[in-house]
């Protein structure tokens, strides 16, 4: 791994390995080429707002609450990004499926689409 001075990684040499299992491999690489108009992306994630499944009478409701219910990421995307349109659901690789809020010269906001099931 090359990296510039403030840590940004620059290059990358690897070895192709065609015979390996992707599902047994711990590390990918997922890359975009510089040649292509690059998109600004912030991703977000929304937890639960409290952390029990049914309070029970007894219970204080702000001892319940979940203290981090927002997970925002920046991110770069392909040219195609930017031909998106509100309420377009894409899948972004490694991260899921996310609903397209709001577009613009920005970049593009996108809320994951929980998958009713347990866990990240």
């Known amino acids: 791994i090359s990296k510039t001075s ?3 990684v620059e290059s990358l040499d690897l ?3 065609l015979a390996g299992d992707v599902k047994k491999t711990s590390k990918k690489v997922t890359w975009l080429s ?3 108009h690059l998109v600004k992306v912030t ?3 929304f937890d ?3 952390t029990k ?3 029970e009478e007894d219970d204080v409701l702000e001892d319940c609450l979940n203290d981090v219910t927002e997970t ?3 991110a770069i995307a392909d040219c195609n990004v930017a031909g998106l349109k509100e309420d377009d659901i894409v899948q972004f690789d490694r991260k899921g499926y996310f609903r397209i809020d709001k577009t613009g010269k920005d970049g593009v906001v996108a809320f994951q689409i ?3 099931k347990g866990g990240k």
């Open 6 to 8: 403030d840590n940004q």
């Open 15 to 17: 070895e192709l390995h």
């Open 34 to 36: 510089t040649d292509q």
């Open 43 to 45: 991703l977000y994630d």
């Open 48 to 50: 639960y707002l409290i």
């Open 53 to 55: 499944d049914k309070l």
């Open 72 to 74: 925002r990421t920046e």
């Open 114 to 116: 929980p998958t009713g």
